[in-house]
């Protein structure tokens, strides 16, 4: 099922996003359709083909250009060229409105200033239909859809005060002044352009994050040629294999691998690591991190579509175009959001003339409630707080990829912990068994080719020669008990008890003890056995992550219940849990298992996030409730969580859960004022309390008031 992603023009509030989504979704073709008003985007999961659902949008009465169809530095212009525009409008409308704001002041203050009553409909009509024309057609495009927008109550809102002031120029003619309600019109439509330029600033505050990142990505590289000299070309025409060549101070373009030269690499900006990391031949590199003071080659490991970096920007894009769960309900208000106002607005002006009052009055409490009634701040609500936090997480390295996971992370009150890399360095050391050089190159050669932290803690202890070290004649893995192979001839196992235990290899009472001695002091123990007989026991040491205990009490501290699950043996498992400050301990917990344990807390009434970083840790994150991956872990690990975690630290779980938080009851707080806002400003516009132009300021500020208080969550930090 292909993913198409769109840019939408002519948006203004929720049932525009609304009325996108179902044009979007009435194509053939299309599973499900969202529309991102914060973000001006469309998310589209089907079959349809582009031109089917860019024509869609274009009968809706609104733009859409699919974004890999779009040339950036163009897009980018013409939406500066937009905004100019609307600028221009600003100020033509400001200034115009000095002479009707005036002849309001005046009134107020008992002095008696008109303009001629033949001048104010001259001075009206370049506001109301030029600067207005943007509400004026939104409202046709309305209608032609059967679709209510915030155009439609603005239109008609701003057209009734104006078609109704001039009816009485030309029935009354001068007996019209101090009757006239222009002023009314105009300084709706300058107020209302006023705050959705303040709301396209904000909005583009909030996405900040995303342009930061496609920021980072430099237009051209260095590469080095064939015959050892430099060429400067297009960072598009980069392949994997080259090599480039990164100056002190510049971004590294692509990811790669070191092959020359030493430095001090800035990844902040894109995992959010906020101490260099030392670089040297042979180590991965991050494209758009800043290189330090040394030059570095770079061999290209992953360009375009392919890095980090674009699968960062992507993730990121595709959870600020997500939808919470609570904004399910706002678009059933907003679908009759505007239909009710319409209602109100005509009841209000029968109840005015019924009580008796002139049509004057009526017509001025009608045109009130359809302007105070906006459903913009209803629309705002949710995906700009998204937007904000989504992008505020993003650069403290926490990348939230689906947005139904905040809402889950509210409700989190079980946090368990893989040991093995997630809370230990996952970097252990053979700290006993090593003196065995045999035995230690028999444990090298059955694990040729594993990436096993274990693996690799006895590849960096053996001295020798591994290059010339032989392959396994046979191979076979035993999943969470270890492996078995013939090396020269002889029938070798290496694993835990388990595994001895399938190979019927007895273990003496002193090797028992021995054992027990390791594991009670933390250490993994791995047991090696030769045609049938224990060869030798390997004693593998694993430290806890520098803060691991810090964060564990952080996390306790907050009333979370804390566990962790470890395929390791119940004494060495136990010995970390101790150190760390951990009650709930299950051990010797096989890969296939991790899952079970985590639906036994669930069952048991339970909301639990899992964090973990291994192949073997998916199960489980996937049947958590929020599972977080650990950054430096499996790819398939990362692919089963909601949550990464670009670095290694456990200080972002509980900044993960913090972020979640603050984020959905960001939504709330947005989504509580923008329905009491309507509460309360419905009635006293209709009762007569509020003007036209007071009620024009009031909805304009009530969505930038939302999407400033969104703009809050930029601040945080983990």
Known sequence: MAIQEFDIDGMTCAGCAKTVERALSSVRGVKQATVNLALERAHVEGDASKDDLIAAVGRAGYAAWRREDIDPDERAAAVRAETRKTWLWLGLSAVLSIPFLLQMIFMVLGLHWMMPYWLEPLLAAPVVFGAGFRFHKGALHAIRSRSGTMDLLVSIGTGTAYLYSLWMVLDQGSHAEGHLYFEAAVVIVTLVLFGKQLEARAKAGASEAIRGLMALRPDTVRRETETGGEETVSIDDVAVGNILIVKSGERIPVDGRVVGGDSDVDESLVTGESVPVPKGKGDPVIGGAVNGDGLLRIEATAVGKDTTLSKITRLVERAQSGKAPVQKLVDRVSAVFVPVVLVIAVVTFAGWLIAGQELEQAIIAAVSVLVIACPCALGLASPTAIVAGTGAAARAGILIKDVDAMERAMGIDTVLFDKTGTLTRGRPELV????????????????????????????????????????????????????????????????????????????????????QELEESGSTVVLLAEDGKLRALFGLSDTPRDGAQTVISRLKDRGLRLGMISGDSAAAANHVARLLGIDDVAAQVKPDRKAKTVRTYQEDGRRVAMVGDGINDAPALVQADLGIAMGTGAEIALDAAPVTLMRPDLDLVPGTLEICRRTVWKIRQNLFWAFIYNVIGLPLAAFGYLSPAIAGAAMAMSSVSVVTSSLLLRRWRP
């Not at 028999?442 to 053996?462: E, M, N, T, Y």
């Not at 835990?496 to 007895?506: F, H, Q």
């Open 432 to 515: 006993s068994g090593g003196d065995d050089e045999e035995a230690l190159r028999h444990a090298v050669i059955l694990q040729r080719g594993s990436d096993h932290p274990l693996a690799s803690a006895f590849r960096k202890a053996f001295a020798g020669n591994q290059d010339a070290l032989p392959s396994p004649q046979s191979f076979r893995n035993h999943s969470g008990e270890g492996i078995t192979g013939t090396v020269d001839g002889r029938a070798l196992g290496l694993g835990n008890r388990a595994l001895m235990k399938r190979l019927n290899v007895t273990v003496s009472a002193a090797d028992e003890s021995r054992i």
